[in-house]
T-cell receptor, first 111, second 115 residues
Framework: TQLLEQSPQFLSIQEGENLTVYCNSS?????LQWYRQEPGEGPVLLVT?????EVKKLKRLTFQFGDARKDSSLHITAAQPGDTGLYLC???????????FGTGTRLQVTL | ETGVTQSPTHLIKTRGQQVTLRCSSQ?????VSWYQQALGQGPQFIFQ???????GRGNFPPRFSGLQFPNYSSELNVNALELDDSALYLC??????????????FGNGTRLTVT
């Protein structure tokens, strides 16, 4: 069974601070996706990383896929209240059938 | 472009009852996946439907079943409801499964409460 563990589980920071969320597994994934989910809504895709060592930037968000394609990180620079939400990583096993989601990191950014 | 829509948004059922949840996929999408998200956890894969057939199933008992219709919409049926079935049920659609994986587009889910 493939498992994805995220850390930390909860993060409460002030506006302007930087933070990093980690997503770790003992399994290799063909790609890894990051989603953000707000209360009462479904997850929304932020990015997909495919190649080991790949780094992608989305404004103040930086995503990295580990060299061995088993782990990933999400770094947010100068967090804003609009970044508040549940961040989920999800691994694709390459079968185009299912995603294995991580345990989630709940981020709260206050003024 | 119409997104993924799910109905109902909220539902309260009694243990032992049966429930049917519905999902309309995004325009142009031919694959539908269902996920269960318990409170405070990440979504868990239930199953996926492609061309009206089940294509992959997670670790859920047979009382969880589904259908996909020719217009690619889908239903999730759960029989003999248990208290632990209380969760947010998410539907996600994607396209061109025969060309490899593509991004999932999620609906806003159905919140099921079993009492």
């Amino acid at each position: 069974t493939q498992l994805l563990e995220q850390s930390p589980q909860f993060l409460s920071i002030q506006e302007g601070e930087n933070l990093t969320v980690y997503c770790n597994s003992s399994s290799v994934f063909s790609s890894l996706q990051w989603y953000r989910q707000e209360p009462g809504e479904g997850p929304v895709l932020l990015v997909t990383v495919v190649t080991g060592g790949e780094v992608k930037k989305l404004k103040r968000l930086t995503f990295q896929f580990g060299d061995a394609r088993k782990d990933s990180s999400l770094h947010i620079t100068a967090a804003q209240p609009g970044d508040t939400g549940l961040y989920l990583c999800a691994g694709d096993d390459g079968t185009a059938s299912k995603l294995t989601f991580g345990t989630g990191t709940r981020l709260q950014v206050t003024l | 472009e119409t997104g993924v829509t799910q109905s109902p948004t909220h539902l309260i059922k009694t243990r032992g009852q049966q429930v049917t949840l519905r999902c309309s996929s995004q325009s142009g999408h031919n694959t539908v996946s269902w996920y269960q998200q318990a409170l405070g956890q990440g979504p868990q894969f239930i199953f996926q439907y492609y061309r009206e057939e089940e294509n992959g199933r997670g670790n859920f008992p047979p009382r969880f079943s589904g259908l996909q219709f020719p217009n690619y919409s889908s239903e999730l049926n759960v029989n003999a409801l248990e208290l632990d079935d209380s969760a947010l049920y998410l539907c996600a659609s994607s396209r061109n499964r025969d060309r490899g994986s593509s991004p999932l587009h999620f609906g806003n889910g159905t919140r099921l409460t079993v009492t």
